[in-house]
Structures are given as C-alpha cells and as structure tokens.
C-alpha cells in the first residue's frame, strides 16, 4: 500500500529565506508523486509531478521537488520565500492501478513572515 | 477556461436533510473524483468515476452517493445529512490514469450540518 508523511505540519520562514517542506513515502512500486498548493478559501493547485523520469522535478512559482528513492523522500523547495507562497501544501502519491486515486499526506501550513 | 466548477459555494443544513452537489468540468475528463477536507486530515476520497455511467467507492463512502449520468457532471448526495459530515468538499477530475495524471480541483463547497 502506498502512504505519504509530511514531517512537518506548520512551518514558519522570512521573505526571501529558503523554504523546505519534507515529505516522505511509502510504495511498493514506483510512485507518481505529486505537490499541490491550497491558498485559504481555494482549491488545489498542482505544484510539480514526479513520473519517474528526471529526480530533480521543477514546478511553478520557483519551487522545485527531488526524488530520493534510497531516502525515500520527495522534499519541496524554494531558495527565496515570497509572501504569497504562505499557503498550505500537501504531497501526494498515486494508488497504484486504482483509477488514478490520490493519497494525501496531512498537509503543512507554510507561514511567510515580512 | 471554467475547469472545475462547484455548486454551491456554501450551505447550512438541518440533522436529518438532504442535498446534493453538483460539480461540472469543461476539460473533458473521463475521470472524476469527490473529496472531503477536515483539519488535520488531508483530503480524504468520498466516490469516484473513471466513465460516464459508472462510479466507485473511495475511502469514506457510507453516508454518500454519487451519480454520473453525463460525462461532464458528477453529483454528491447526502440522503440524511449528519453533524459528521460537517466539511469542506471538493471536487476534482482528469484525464484516463493509471496514476501519473494531475488532478484539477473545484474551489471547493463548504457544508455546515446543525
């Protein structure tokens, strides 16, 4: 069965600082490994995928993700946080041959300070 | 574009009523999917459909139903709504999967039950 762990459930980081959410998984395959953003009130929005191509996954708004299969990690990051990034952010890995659901980790409130 | 459009946006119900969501997307998605949201939980899968005419359970199905009747509809019912089912909803869909498809979300319906 596959699962996904956000290691963290809030984290909190100046403008123009780095930003590093974790997220770890768990398949017995080959995951497809996602990044989805929520800003309050809104739906998700897809960050960046992984489908097992390059490990090092770029996605919108300057954020980019690495797959790490010997850690098995798939972290987000950001070299300069902007206000607007504050949000929450779920990693999520694809149920294998199951109609293309989606398991969700618990999510990670991001908080910007100016 | 719409992409995927939620209906309503907000409802207040009574222990005991029922409703029904309606959730439409433009993109032509064969796949469909209706999510609910509590804190701390991630987003969690009521039903889902990967063709017109069929659907299938997810993950927290009892208390729900769901009807596909046109490819680009999907309806969420709730027959005798419960406290329990206090939530945010969401709706997504996406292309035929066998797991490396993005999901495109609804901005989400917010459903109180006193």
């Known amino acids: 069965a596959q699962s996904v762990t956000q290691l963290d459930s809030h984290v909190s980081v100046s403008e123009g600082t780095p930003v590093l959410l974790r997220c770890n998984y768990s398949?017995?395959?080959?995951?497809?490994l996602f990044w989805y953003v929520q800003h309050p009130n809104k739906g998700l929005q897809l960050l960046l995928k992984?489908?097992?191509?390059?490990?090092l996954v770029k996605g919108i708004n300057g954020f980019e993700a690495e797959f790490k299969k010997s850690e098995t990690s798939f972290h987000l990051t950001k070299p300069s946080a902007h206000m607007s990034d504050a949000a929450e952010y779920f990693c999520v890995v694809s149920a294998y041959n199951q109609g293309g659901k989606l398991i969700f980790g618990q999510g990670t409130e991001l908080s910007v300070k100016p | 574009n719409a992409g995927v459009t939620q209906t309503p946006k907000f409802r207040v119900l009574k222990t005991g009523q029922s409703m029904t969501l309606l959730c439409a997307q433009d993109m032509n998605h064969e796949y469909m999917y209706w999510y609910r949201q509590d804190p701390g939980m991630g987003l969690r899968l009521i039903h889902y459909s990967v063709g017109e005419g069929t659907t299938a359970k997810g993950e927290v199905p009892d208390g729900y139903n769901v009807s596909r009747l046109k490819k680009q509809n999907f309806l969420l019912g709730l027959e005798s709504a419960a406290p329990s089912q206090t939530s945010v909803y969401f709706c997504?869909?996406?292309?035929?999967?066998?797991?490396?498809?993005?999901?495109?979300f609804g901005d989400g319906t917010r459903l109180s039950i006193l």
């Open positions: 997504a869909s996406s292309y035929p999967t066998g797991g490396n498809q993005p999901q495109h």
């Open positions: 398949s017995s395959y080959s995951p497809s």
């Open positions: 992984y489908t097992s191509a390059a490990t």
